[in-house]
């Protein structure tokens, strides 16, 4: 099977903490052909972008409550989550509050997950739609995804597990994409969720830097077939979720200059077995 999802607006790249055709109304469809694009997550405010949501927050009535604490649980599911309010961090260190308007249960392959209108307070009495709004000015949602994407000097978006921490990940953005595709952290797929992130955006050295353009058409297939290989299309790169694993040296690749990249393998066999590690494989038309 093969993933179309609609591509990535161009935002804040250096973000957070955690198909077949298109078959849906909101563009979300369900298997490996991709149209991918830079953008990590849709949390942008102001320059800065969310990097972790507290696991604990109050409910509408002011009473406490606290998302799944567990390594492999989905954090926020039902309706007992709206009206709640959660602290979140920035990436220049800045606690704003969050707060879930209204949520509704996932359709098809996304039944298991929960998806949520969530906003940010921007001042004193104002509150903004975390993820923006969508064409039709109406709030785009999230996903709750365990976990947290850090900055480090070396790595500008590398993915953490976190018992303490998780991230609402924008629907049309690259981690809600791989979410949607099947890669989901609760059901133990946390390093392909990884490895798809690293995939769509092109982060060939796993450095956080994506090397792709908006809108490129890719299929993409994994190790544990969540996501099948239907497509004879060439082979570009094998993946892990620190980056790329290999480049093929046969094919084009969406980054002309690969060669500068220290970390893959170039090879002339790169993206035709999962070896050396890697989780999930790229392909171009």
Known sequence: ???????????????????QDIAEPNGISLNGIS????????????????????????????KAISANTGSTAQPLTGTTYVGAKFNATTSNGQTIALRIDAGAAGTGTS??????????????????????????NAPIKAVSVAGVWASS?????????SRSQFTFACQGKTIGKCVELGYKTFKGYANQMAACVRLLRGDFCGDGQAHTVDGTTLNLYDN????????????????DAA???????????????????????????????????????????
């Not at 000097?153 to 597990?161: F, I, Q, V």
């Open 1 to 19: 099977m093969a993933a179309c999802v609609a591509p990535d607006d161009v935002d804040e790249p250096n973000v957070v903490v955690v198909e």
């Open 35 to 62: 149209l991918n694009g830079i953008s990590l997550n849709g949390t942008s405010l102001s320059g800065a972008t969310v990097t972790g949501v507290s696991l604990s927050g109050t409910s509408s009535s002011g």
């Open 111 to 136: 039944s298991d997950l929960w998806f949520y209108t969530v906003s940010y307070q921007s001042s004193s009495t104002t509150w903004s739609p975390l993820c923006g709004l969508d064409a039709s």
């Open 153 to 161: 000097s070396t790595d500008a978006a590398k993915y953490l597990t």
């Open 224 to 239: 544990v077939g969540v996501q099948l290989d239907t497509e004879a299309w060439k082979a570009e790169a094998g993946w």
């Open 243 to 285: 980056g790329a694993v290999c480049i093929n040296t046969t094919n084009g690749t969406r980054w002309a200059d690969a060669g500068t990249c220290s970390r893959p393998a170039k090879t002339a066999t790169c993206g035709t077995s999962f070896t050396s590690g890697v989780l999930l494989i790229s392909e171009l038309p």
